[in-house]
């Protein structure tokens, strides 16, 4: 079963991201800010990450950086979930080694299919 660390400061989103990939058949891991994500994937070496970008203590641009500075976790897809349309969101999220970006609001079935195919790559 792969397990995903899902990374935001809003408890409502996290809970229905969880409720979604545990559906889906997905072990879960939960954070509320990057330093806690970047213990988080330490720990318990996630298969893939969803992150919000914005958020207290550390944001998700930092958090990103700093997973893929680390060897032991550089491999682990990251994607970034944004509300903004900005381009300059998908550029800075490339810069920082994000796998994507992921739209707020977001569709349940786009988000799994985001997840099956970075756990699968073809």
Do not use: H, W
Request: negative net charge.
């Amino acid at each position: 079963m792969a397990k995903i660390l899902v990374v935001d400061d809003e408890r409502l989103l996290r809970t229905i991201l969880k409720d979604a990939l545990e559906e889906a058949g997905y072990s879960v891991v939960l954070a509320e800010n990057g330093q806690v994500a970047l213990d988080r994937a330490r720990s318990d070496r996630p298969d893939c990450i969803l992150m919000d970008i914005i958020m207290p203590d550390l944001d998700g641009y930092n958090a990103c950086a700093s997973m893929k500075a680390d060897p032991a976790l550089a491999a682990i897809p990251v994607f970034l979930i944004s509300a903004t349309k900005d381009l300059r969101v998908a550029d800075r999220a490339e810069q920082v080694g994000a796998a994507g970006i992921l739209p707020k609001p977001f569709r349940v079935e786009e988000l799994l299919l985001t997840v099956a195919l970075a756990l699968n790559p073809a």
